[in-house]
């Protein structure tokens, strides 16, 4: 999949989480859309551990 692609789809995403949070909570959007950089922010830092934890373990042959 093309990094396009990946970003447009997390736009989407994380797009629609941020306003449903909002109509649900009533926050602002800047609280709304802190929350959803937060969450993609997350995302990105736990795939980039599990990726090495992947490496680690394949290079020790688990």
């Known amino acids: 999949m093309r990094w396009t692609t ?3 789809v997390w736009l ?3 797009g629609a989480a941020a306003v ?3 109509t649900l909570t009533s ?3 800047l609280d709304a859309l802190a929350l959803a950089g937060i969450v ?3 995302n990105v830092v736990a795939q980039w ?3 090495r934890a992947r ?3 394949a290079a020790r042959g688990d």
């Open 55 to 57: 490496r680690k373990a």
């Open 40 to 42: 993609a922010m997350s």
């Open 12 to 14: 989407v995403v994380y």
């Open 20 to 22: 449903v949070w909002r």
């Open 49 to 51: 551990v599990a990726s």
């Open 27 to 29: 926050k602002t959007w």
């Open 6 to 8: 990946v970003v447009a």
